[in-house]
């Protein structure tokens, strides 16, 4: 293991450990500090976040730019204490935590024991959706992106199958598709992060007007299966009195299946409907778009499809 992925393992040993002991409003003033120190730092990925911001919000000046960034990067940090702070977190106090909003449908669905997959987006606190789902709503089998280091992925595997999740490694073992798609044939609950890329057979679309390529497999277990595919994109709003911002669950409409083409053109063009909702939430809430990483592509004539 090297120096630096040793000292990242400490970090978050050191987080789980030490914010959960503090008190609440402490806890999150802290990550509010950490989250200025980082922005001033300008690091690599407060510079992709910029970057992408530019692209969504392109109207905005460059002082209004950086107050939004500041923002996103109070978002992302929030997050970790969220996170860091669930296992101290009641069962009972996460309703409060949580608001669903948008399309009725998929709790109809759940509520009839049919099978729903879910694409999501980088936004707001799906770790604390994945736990309320657990207790009130439906488990969640789900894919994971492997950490560097493998402790550290280890240690968040086993962090969220505490909370009743049911966490499949995306790369280090067999592909998870064939698991997920069981799940689904079993009625499953199946939400999985796909507004970027990890596999390279993603495919191309648009969002909030610019080519990015995202992931394909919520439209593929959808097609090939038969399940209800929904897009979920998760936001915070403030809770007057409350140090925590509660997370605000929007439900897409229910994908439409097109009747023609081959699976591939099929595939891609639910994952577009997908996205085009994602894109609508994330420029209303672009402080709460964690993306720091690259997910848009240069401008070309017209997007690719992989077969």
């Not at 894109?279 to 964690?290: C, L, V």
């Amino acid at each position: 293991m090297s120096v630096g992925d040793r000292l990242a393992l400490v970090g978050y040993r050191a987080g789980w450990s030490m914010v959960r002991r503090i008190p609440e409003r402490a806890a999150y003033a802290m990550f509010d500090r950490a989250a200025d120190a980082m922005w001033r730092r300008d690091g690599t990925s407060v510079q992709r976040m910029r970057d992408n911001y530019a692209l969504v919000r392109p109207e905005l000046s460059t002082a209004q730019l950086e107050d939004l960034v500041r923002a996103g990067v109070r978002s992302y940090l929030r997050y970790f204490c969220d996170a860091f702070r669930l296992p101290v977190i009641p069962i009972d106090a996460l309703p409060e935590r949580i608001r669903l909003t948008g399309d009725k449908e998929p709790p109809e669905i759940v509520a009839r024991g049919e099978p729903i997959v879910l694409f999501l987006g980088h936004m707001g606190n799906w770790d604390l959706c994945g736990a309320w789902s657990t207790a009130y709503f439906a488990k969640v089998t789900t894919v994971a992106e492997r950490l560097k280091p493998e402790e550290l992925f280890n240690e968040f595997v086993e962090f969220r199958e505490s909370l009743g999740m049911r966490i499949l490694p995306l790369t280090g073992r067999a592909n998870p598709f064939p698991e997920l798609r069981a799940a689904i044939e079993a009625g499953g609950f199946v939400p999985l992060l796909a507004d970027r890329d990890l596999t390279r057979r993603g495919v191309s679309v648009t969002m909030c007007g610019h080519p990015a390529r995202v992931a394909v497999g919520p439209a593929r277990l959808a097609l090939e299966t038969g399940a209800a595919l929904h897009t979920l994109a998760i936001t915070y709003e403030p809770v007057p009195g409350k140090p925590w911002q509660r997370v605000v669950a929007h439900f897409g409409p229910r994908v439409q299946v097109p009747q023609e083409g081959s699976a591939a053109e099929r595939t891609r063009v639910m994952t577009q409907q997908c996205v085009d909702y994602l894109g609508e939430i994330i420029t209303a809430h672009t402080q709460d778009w964690h993306m720091m990483q690259k997910v848009f592509e240069p401008m070309t004539d017209t997007p690719r499809v992989d077969q």
